[in-house]
């Protein structure tokens, strides 16, 4: 069933997250999808994946815990990627005729966690060049503004490329290498020159950004809340296999994929238009 005509998603929405590179789009998941997903996460988390990162240092409060690719062990994930209307609103937001499923990422920071998640954008991890890339960040649990991800109006416009950093605190650099990539500015020591957009979240809620919107985010300020958050990343036609010198993240191999390729292949999907 096609979900275009029931889409949670207005022209106005669609022009907001081509101006500011990020939207919230509310209640556009159902209590069953949240219910469903939020179980798979639990799951994951009991038995994580063979890219599982934790980024909470022994014996410090809390637990950053970041795992990858849980569309290919949970069957609620899959039917997510496949079946909701995440692939439909993905298509409009990025203008696209074809949608490709690259990964999904999880992130939970559980109730007293004091790791930020540091200023970065999502593109120059990726060995993706193209303008259609879109990532859905989907709370399992009720978030509030001082624990949500910030993102910096506007700033996927920028032309800017920063260079990745590992999410650990103190975090090092990738060893990647590409001519456009500069650090990232001092984001905090420079707040009064930007506009940043967070927002107060009910599970159901989604916020769509593009891949070069800059974002950061705070620790879990909340002693009693779990900040469960499943991003998964969407792209589109004009998106190309590129070339990058040296580590990416996620470090999904096995697709065969050369520089040039457009991405669709078994690793990486083609959702849209359904098969
Ligand atoms: O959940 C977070 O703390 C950050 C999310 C993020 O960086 C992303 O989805 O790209």
């Not at 109006?153 to 990738?174: D, E, I, T």
């Not at 998964?232 to 070339?243: L, P």
């Not at 580590?247 to 359904?274: K, N, Y």
């Amino acid at each position: 069933m096609s979900h275009e005509a029931t889409l949670p998603l207005t022209d106005e929405d669609i022009a907001h997250y081509r101006e500011d590179g990020a939207i919230c789009i509310r209640q556009a998941f159902s209590p069953e999808w949240i219910a469903r997903l939020g179980a798979a996460i639990d799951a994951d988390m009991r038995a994580p994946g063979p890219m599982v990162r934790i980024n909470t240092p022994k014996g410090q409060p809390g637990l950053f815990f970041v795992d990858f690719q849980l569309w290919q062990r949970h069957e609620a994930c899959r039917y997510f990627v496949f079946d909701s209307p995440a692939a439909d609103i993905a298509a409009r937001l990025m203008g696209a005729r074809e949608v490709i499923y690259y990964h999904d990422h999880l992130l939970v920071k559980e109730p007293g966690t004091e790791e930020r998640t540091p200023w970065h954008h999502d593109q120059p991890y990726y060995p993706i060049d193209g303008e259609q890339i879109v990532s859905l960040w989907l709370p399992l649990d009720p978030v509030s503004r001082d624990t949500c991800v910030e993102y910096v109006r506007g700033s996927h416009r920028w032309g800017r490329w920063f260079a990745p950093k590992f999410f650990r605190q103190g975090g090092v650099n990738l060893q990647v290498q590409d001519a456009r990539f500069e650090e990232v500015p001092d984001i905090d020591a420079e707040r009064s020159s930007h506009t940043f957009l967070s927002w107060d979240m009910q599970p159901g809620d989604v916020i769509a950004f593009h891949a070069l919107t800059l974002h950061g985010a705070p620790g879990n300020r909340s002693s009693t809340r779990r900040r469960r958050a499943w991003a998964t990343r969407w792209c589109g036609e004009d998106t190309r296999y590129a070339v990058r010198a040296g580590q990416i993240s996620p470090p999904i191999e096995g697709h065969g994929l050369q520089p040039g390729d457009g991405l669709a292949c078994a690793t990486f999907p083609r959702v849209r238009p359904r098969g």
